[in-house]
């Protein structure tokens, strides 16, 4: 049985943010620890049930496609090894395995969205208004079919418990100025646009995305948080897909839909899982890893 860890207190190092999957902590004045724990949120609400071993995958995920787009951009991971972060070797057990000690960088307040597929908010604005977040959109698309081309959605970054807002490419001018938002913009379809090329061989269409960037102290873009994980994505079987359906998926969609089967409001607190679901959840981010890094 793969141990399960919802939330952590280290008590070597003092904790900055929990946050709504990650645990970060203050390594000193320079780097901080971040720990990926087994916590799930769904529609921006923790859920009370944990995936075993989903923290562990994430991170391996995340610095897979970290170490996939080092000459394309410069990301958060440190050379800092977790013995020297966490000397405490008890303390290091506990996230082994699921710990990247990062360089501390200011985090910009935008989630960076890439659709190149049409699915859940995007179909239902779709449907409204033929558009997604303000793009219009040829008319006569069918659910979960590939874009004309990716298109860019950013939203808000919400605090835990908010709702993350769309946004449009002018709001994040006013956030962040025009040339990081540009960079931000640019670099996001790039991004996304390589890694779906490059998991479509290997089983998995990435639908959609979400990225997060932070500024060094030159007030140079650099990739933060997670990347291109079944967190922050939508993964979909490619041999099993069909546009006109609903595809099958290797993310915490598969979650979302269970809950939208609950008389349950999508505010805090959220409903326990059932095992079946859990089980179903933890092969899917086991095979999306899998996929990905063989």
């Known amino acids: ?22 645990d970060i902590y203050a390594v000193g004045d320079e780097h901080m620890l971040i720990v990926t724990t087994d ?35 410069p990301n958060q991971v440190s050379d800092m090894s977790l013995a020297e972060a966490i000397p405490d070797t008890a303390e290091r057990e506990l996230v082994e395995g699921r710990a990247v000690v990062v360089k501390k960088l200011k985090a910009l307040p935008i989630e960076a969205i890439v659709r190149g597929y049409i699915i859940g908010s995007g179909w239902k ?48 001018i006013d956030l962040v100025g025009e040339d990081l938002a540009q960079q931000i913009k640019d670099i996001s379809l790039k991004l996304y646009t390589q890694a779906a090329s490059y998991a479509l061989p290997r089983g ?23 990347a291109l994980t079944p967190d922050s994505s939508r993964f979909w079987l490619a041999d ?34 059932p095992d079946e679901v859990v089980q ?10 899998d996929r990905l890094t063989r």
């Open 125 to 172: 604005d779709y449907q409204a208004n033929g558009s997604i977040c303000g793009i219009k959109l040829p008319a006569g698309l069918q659910l979960a079919e590939q874009l004309p081309e990716a298109i860019y959605t950013p939203s808000s970054k919400a605090a835990v418990g908010e709702h993350d807002e769309n946004i449009d490419f002018a709001a994040t």
């Open 39 to 73: 916590r799930l949120s769904a529609f921006d609400v923790i859920l009370p049930t944990a995936i075993p071993g989903k923290g562990a995958i994430l991170t391996r995920v995340a610095n897979f496609w970290f170490n996939y787009f080092g000459d394309t951009i």
């Open 1 to 22: 049985m793969v141990p399960v860890l919802f939330d952590t207190d280290l008590k070597s190092l003092p904790l900055i943010h929990r946050g709504k999957v990650r």
């Open 280 to 289: 179903n959840t933890s092969a899917k981010y086991t095979e999306a890893l």
């Open 240 to 273: 099993a897909y069909q546009a006109g359906s609903s595809p099958q998926s290797f993310d915490k969609q598969y979650v979302r839909d269970y809950l939208e089967t609950l008389d349950w409001d999508k505010t805090s607190p959220g409903p326990e899982l």
């Open 204 to 226: 998995i269409i990435i639908a959609d995305t979400k990225f997060e960037f932070g500024v060094d102290s030159d007030n140079r873009l650099t990739l933060i948080d997670e």
